[in-house]
Each structure stands twice: as C-alpha cells, then as structure tokens.
C-alpha cells in the first residue's frame, strides 16, 4: 500500500509539472515570443531553459526550508495540515484577488529566468508541491529512524529530505518544461503570436482551484493517517 502511495504521489509532481507548463501563465508564450522576434529555433531553446532555471528555483525556495526541519518526522502530521492549509489559503486568495502581480509587467523580457521565478512564487507554484513533498519525506524515511535520536539521527533525516526536495523539485521542473515546450514549439510552427494575442486562455480560476484541492487533500491525508 506504501508502495502504491509513493507511486501516486511521485505521479502527482509530474502531474503537476504539467499542468504548471501548459498554463501559459508559467511562460512557454514568452519562449514562442522570443523565437519570433528573433527569428531564431534557438531563442526558444534558450527561452525555455531560462524558464525552467527559475521555475526551479522557486520550487527549492520552497521546499527547502520544510526538507530541513529534522524534527519533520515527529511532527509530520501537524506540519503537513499547516501546510494544507497554507496551500488553500493562498488559493482562496489568487480566487479573490484575480489581478496579476504588477511586479510581472516590470521585469524586463531579457531576464526570464527572474520572471519565471517571481511568476512561480507569486502563483504559489511551489507550495503545491509542499503536500506531496511532505507526504513522500514521511513515505521514504525507514521505520528504525522514527526511533531513533541525536544529531546523527536528525542529519541523516535532513540530508535524505535535502535530496528529495531537490528531486521533486528537478522532476515537475522537467515536466514542466516539457509540457510547456511542446505547445511553444506547435504555437511557433503552426500559428505565431496572432493566435497567442487572439486565443489566450485564463487558467486563473482553475489554477486557484487546484491549489484548494491540494491543500485540501494534504489535510485530509495527514488527519487520516496516510503517511
């Protein structure tokens, strides 16, 4: 059953990485912008990369701090409903407040990567991956380390969560960026801009949504136990 669990929540960061790279709110028609004007395939390869840097970056910033609280795992079921509800408060938020973060508009075109974080931060991106993530630390962590205690106990505990953060972080970046790519690379072959400028679809509401059912779920498995 533990097995079965890690497998979905593994498949939720994918899951989530793709649907972070097909909102265009994450980016790709920035890459199909850059490849136009420049008139360069080039440009979007090194769009997108720029995009997944701070994609990637946002989503450490994030998971960081909770992979390196070492008493997580004796406090595993109150910290994950705090950040159940954390995620659902930052969703009923982007729900009342539907205006995009002026911020966005000031940040230059040639810094992406800045963009691409301060867009996934603001989105509250990263603390939808903050559930899953604590639901795979409690997964991974061996049942003699529940027992044990002392520094080298606690290192071991945040070191293993360092490197989960990292890859949970690196696999929805991918996913991402590969959602995100192939529609950038379709729109540019197939439309251009004008179909961006005519056709742009608002996933606000559906992205606020989301983050209230994560958040949701998160609180829901912590207070049922499914670790």
Known sequence: MEDMTLTALWWAVIFSGVYHGINPGMGWPLAVSAALFEQKKSAMAKALVMLAAGHFLAMIVILLPFSMMYFLIYNEGEIR???????????????????????????????????????????????????IFLGICGLLVPDESVSRTGHAAAQELMTSNVMTAFLVA?????????????????????????????????????WALSLIIVGAFGVYSAFSGHH
């Open 81 to 131: 409903i705090g950040a159940g509800f954390l995620v659902i408060a930052m969703g009923v938020y982007l729900l009342i407040n539907r205006r995009h973060p002026k911020i966005l508009a000031r940040v230059h075109p040639a810094k992406l990567g800045l963009w691409s974080f301060l867009a996934a931060t603001a989105h509250g991106a990263g603390l939808m991956l903050v559930p």
């Open 170 to 206: 690196a696999t929805h970046t991918f996913a991402m960026t590969f959602a995100g790519a192939l529609i950038a690379v379709f729109v540019y072959v197939w439309f251009g801009l004008t179909f961006i400028s005519k056709s742009w679809f608002n996933l606000d509401v559906v």
